[in-house]
């Protein structure tokens, strides 16, 4: 069982920058594709960012409203997958979470592709 901690979550006026981080329990979590995704009070959790595991290159993928603003990294050695969001905008404004699952991973951008989820952590761009 892999356990996901969501961190780096405030309060941002609009244009700042944040930086998310998802650390795992795991050591091998290299050999984990990972998403980011956030979701607001009362709708559904939308997809932001995926990086591949390593046996696909780290290949990345962003939804079209964060492209060219956010960048998602990993550091296998650390375990930890990033999210570097700059140029935020109040439409920002949710609470992220990191998921994860073993290897390869079809339907990136659907929440129920993945086993293993972060609590949260909450992001709010005032603008």
């Known amino acids: 069982q892999v356990q996901l901690v969501d961190t780096g979550g405030g309060l941002v006026q609009a244009g700042g920058s944040l930086r998310l981080s998802c650390a795992a329990s795991?050591?091998?979590?290299?050999?984990?594709?990972v998403g980011w995704f956030r979701q607001t009070l009362g709708k559904e959790r939308e997809f932001v960012a995926f990086?591949?595991?390593?046996?696909?290159?780290?290949?990345?993928y962003y939804t079209d409203s964060v492209k060219g603003r956010f960048t998602i990294s990993r550091d296998n050695a650390k375990n930890t997958v990033y999210l570097q969001m700059n140029s935020l905008k109040p439409e920002d404004t949710a609470v992220y979470y990191c998921?994860?699952?073993?290897?390869?991973?079809?339907?990136?951008?659907?929440?129920?592709?993945?086993?293993?989820w972060g609590q949260g952590t909450q992001v709010t761009v005032a603008s």
């Open positions: 998921a994860a699952d073993r290897g390869y991973v079809s339907g990136i951008q659907e929440p129920r592709s993945y086993d293993y």
């Open positions: 990086i591949s595991w390593s046996g696909g290159g780290g290949r990345t």
């Open positions: 795991t050591r091998t979590f290299s050999g984990y594709s």
